[in-house]
């Protein structure tokens, strides 16, 4: 489903794409408000419910660039993207620990658009 640096990740179980406009936003000599749309570009929210502790490490390495090329799908075109993207935050819970190895869930990142 989704590819970064042309390797498909694990699908992930919660997918939410959000479009942001970039804008330069100014009022005018009369009070008038004026609106620049430079460009329009994504954020993915991606959240997984369960990850073994490999699954996760190899999702965290896929994102370990500043920058990465990352194909997905996308709303408005109903077909799939490729883009330029950074990460931010990335968050996973413990589940427990079994055999000196942890389990987790609830593993959340958001993508970027650069």
């Known amino acids: 489903m989704i590819k970064i640096d042309g390797a498909e990740i694990s699908t992930p179980s919660s997918y939410q794409v959000t479009l942001q406009n970039i804008e330069k936003t100014e009022r005018n000599a009369s009070g008038g408000l004026i609106v620049e ?3 329009t570009k994504r954020k993915l929210d991606l959240g ?3 990850l073994s502790q ?3 490490a190899t999702l965290l390495a896929a994102v370990a660039n500043t920058f990465f090329s990352v194909e997905y799908p996308d709303p408005q075109d109903g ?3 490729t883009g330029t ?3 931010e935050d990335r968050t996973a819970g413990a589940i427990d620990y079994q055999g000196g190895v942890m389990r987790w869930k609830d593993i959340k990142f958001t993508l ?3």
Request: glycine content about 6%; proline content about 0%; overall charge positive.
């Open 112 to 114: 970027v658009e650069k």
């Open 79 to 81: 077909a799939l993207k």
């Open 85 to 87: 993207f950074k990460k």
């Open 37 to 39: 749309v430079i460009t």
């Open 48 to 50: 997984w419910n369960h």
């Open 54 to 56: 490999t699954g996760l």
